[in-house]
């Protein structure tokens, strides 16, 4: 009982014996249905043996009886005939009038059930009646091999049902010493599994020459369970190696977030962000803040006719010339495709005209094998100064209207304010 009650515990056992037992109770109805329908069948057929017998050994007696027409002495017998605790009812059949196996004389009851079963045995050649074969018809009593069944019933259902549940038992602690013992080691083995303490194996039986599906199970897991302890015990280097990774990527999308990708200057939003601070600290300082902006000549051109990776490389090539010729303090910035902006703090207007001199022939010298020889790349440069308490934008609106001048005026030249055109250029 000790060893029913540990195995009993589980879930998984529960539920097994259960439907075992659903199983195996299932089977033993039918296999008592079975056994009843049998024993039913064998009760019949003594039943029908025994008649037969009293058939034939009251046979010379009715026959002379009827011989004689001793009629009382006939119903005498019929009646002694089914005292017989097998024989309910026994009737004398013959022709009579015209109809055949009429009932001359009978004894005893008729059967409840509307089954008939029986024995009908011919006791008289016919000579002694006119020559009408004369029957004798006795029909057994069923209730008794009905009753023999129905007392036999509960010894059979008793020794089957404590049979099914003995072998279900069995059944189940045979499953469970194969299957369900080796789930519950695995189960518990998780259950108390800690990557970061030291790694515990699940044991497998050494003697076990072949090793089966749950014996391959328990490696897996033991395998895996290895597996995780070595990677728990490595992940603080990694995760301390990811932040390193994950700060060095953040600097670099910020970076990135303020790099115009193809030039390597700033972008629009990195410009205009140093456009703010650079107008605030002028106004602080009281310097002038001067602003250009520069556009490629025919650049379309240069993507229509030598494709987009030439108009590329001269807009990089055309970029580190033009950061080439700027202060430190300065800052250029790619505002949309081949336009270019330029922040020059503290300069005047000598220096503003310089300054696009400067960027107008650097420009100029770059080469460009697809170019050929007699092709330049030119630009148009319109410059100006941030005026005090003037927003950033309306100087750089002011910046591109001259810009579009100097377009409009044939291109490959700068423009700035009237008042802003130095008297002698150096």
């Not at 007696?61 to 009629?71: A, K, P, W």
């Not at 002694?80 to 009812?89: A, D, H």
């Not at 807009?315 to 902006?341: H, P, Y």
Request: glycine share 6%.
């Amino acid at each position: 009982m000790a060893i029913t009650s540990s195995f009993l515990k589980g879930k998984l056992s529960k539920d097994l014996l259960y439907r075992i037992l659903l199983i195996s109770g299932i089977c033993s109805v039918i296999s008592i249905s079975i056994q009843l329908i049998i024993e039913y069948e064998y009760e019949k057929r003594i039943l029908d043996i025994n008649i037969e017998e009293v058939a034939h050994s009251y046979k010379d007696i009715l026959n002379l009886q009827i011989y004689d027409f001793n009629d009382p002495a006939l119903q005498e017998t019929l009646d002694s005939i089914v005292n017989f605790e097998s024989i309910s009812r026994a009737r004398i059949k013959t022709k009579i009038d015209g109809v055949e196996n009429a009932i001359k004389m009978e004894s005893g009851e008729h059967p409840i059930n509307n089954e008939t079963f029986g024995f009908g045995l011919i006791i008289s050649d016919g000579y002694n009646n006119f020559g009408n074969p004369i029957l004798l018809e006795l029909v057994a009593n069923l209730s008794i091999a009905e009753n023999k069944v129905v007392d036999k019933l509960f010894l059979i259902v008793f020794s089957q049902g404590i049979k099914t549940f003995i072998v279900s038992l069995f059944i189940l602690l045979f499953i469970h010493q194969l299957v369900i013992r080796h789930i519950q080691e695995i189960s518990n083995w998780f259950a108390l599994y800690d990557p970061t303490s030291p790694f515990t194996p699940l044991k497998i039986n050494p003697k076990s020459k072949k090793n089966n599906e749950l014996d391959n199970l328990k490696i897996s897991v033991n395998e895996m369970g290895k597996q995780i302890y070595q990677h728990a015990s490595s992940l603080e280097n990694i995760v301390a190696q990811r932040t390193e990774e994950l700060e060095k990527s953040k600097s670099e999308l910020e970076k990135l977030a303020f790099t115009d990708h193809l030039t390597g200057i700033a972008n629009r939003n990195a410009f205009f962000k140093q456009a703010d601070e650079e107008l605030g600290r002028a106004r602080r300082l009281s310097y002038v803040l001067g602003l250009m902006m520069l556009d490629l000549d025919n650049f379309k051109s240069i993507n229509d006719n030598y494709g987009h990776d030439a108009g590329d490389e001269v807009l990089k090539v055309i970029s580190k010339a033009m950061n080439d010729c700027l202060r430190k303090q300065d800052t250029l910035g790619r505002i949309g495709g081949e336009e270019f902006a330029v922040i020059v703090p503290g300069t005047d207007k000598v220096g503003m005209h310089r300054l696009a001199k400067r960027l107008q022939a650097s420009i100029e010298l770059q080469k460009f094998s697809f170019l050929g020889e007699n092709k330049k790349v030119t630009v148009s440069i319109g410059y100006t100064k941030v005026n005090q308490n003037e927003l950033f934008k309306s100087a750089l609106k002011r910046a591109d209207e001259h810009l579009y001048t100097a377009k409009n005026n044939g291109r490959n030249q700068f423009i700035t304010d009237k008042e802003f055109v130095p008297s002698i250029v150096g």
